[in-house]
T-cell receptor, first 113, second 109 residues
Framework: DAGVTQSPTHLIKTRGQQVTLRCSPK?????VSWYQQALGQGPQFIFQ???????QRGNFPDRFSGHQFPNYSSELNVNALLLGDSALYLC????????????FGAGTRLSVL | RKEVEQDPGPFNVPEGATVAFNCTYS??????FFWYRQDCRKEPKLLMS???SGNEDGRFTAQLNRASQYISLLIRDSKLSDSATYLC??????????FGTGTLLAVQP
């Protein structure tokens, strides 16, 4: 049973570029949440998707957008990258039965130069 | 004020020691609480949920004081493998997890 998988594992971009990160949830899960973890900080909630719609959103600008597909996988897109967007981006999946129990993928480490 | 506050540490303890981490949260309406463990450059992993009555899992004991909005984690008989960052987590409105900054534990041989 595969857990939460994310791709790519590492990414280097330059300021102003755009990036797409991908996440496949754990088998049986329908909800995907995205978090940003800067160095030395705890993860910060970006947004949550289920039933292919953004349901909740944290305090992130519109440059951060996402999508969920019919197979429950999800993408996180960040436009007009800033140096401050450098972070570990974590995807977490959960089931409709209990969205509080969230399992994390290994993350994508994004470096913006 | 941060929604979830933790002492960042580091806590340097010898093997076999007992260590306690504390955490406070600001939203009195919060209903669910967790401790996650995060190893260096890895993803957070759920260590245990925290219940009002307190709960224990082997060497780990978690407690919740709703009146004081305070959560604790006690680790007994520390092992080298317990070295990690321990994240206090509160479930916010609409199922978003709110993380503290984490407390770094280093268990020394």
């Amino acid at each position: 049973d595969a857990g939460v998988t994310q791709s790519p594992t590492h990414l280097i971009k330059t300021r102003g570029q755009q990036v797409t990160l991908r996440c496949s949830p754990k088998s049986g899960h329908d909800t995907v949440s995205w978090y940003q973890q800067a160095l030395g900080q705890g993860p910060q909630f970006i947004f949550q998707y289920y039933e292919e719609e953004e349901r909740q959103r944290g305090n992130f600008p519109d440059r951060f957008s996402g999508h969920q597909f019919p197979n429950y996988s999800s993408e996180l897109n960040v436009n007009a990258l800033l140096l401050g967007d450098s972070a570990l981006y974590l995807c977490a999946s959960s089931s409709a039965g209990d969205r509080s129990i969230q399992y994390f993928g290994a993350g994508t480490r994004l470096s913006v130069l | 004020r941060k929604e979830v506050e933790q002492d960042p540490g580091p806590f340097n303890v010898p093997e076999g020691a007992t260590v306690a981490f504390n955490c406070t949260y600001s939203n009195s309406a919060s209903q669910s609480f967790f401790w996650y463990r995060q190893d260096c450059r890895k993803e957070p992993k759920l260590l245990m949920s925290v219940y009002s009555s307190g709960n224990e899992d082997g060497r780990f004991t978690a407690q919740l004081n709703r009146a004081s909005q305070y959560i604790s984690l006690l680790i007994r008989d520390s092992k080298l493998s317990d070295s990690a960052t321990y994240l206090c987590v509160v479930l916010g409105a609409t199922n978003k997890l709110i993380f503290g900054t984490g407390t770094l534990l280093a268990v020394q041989p």
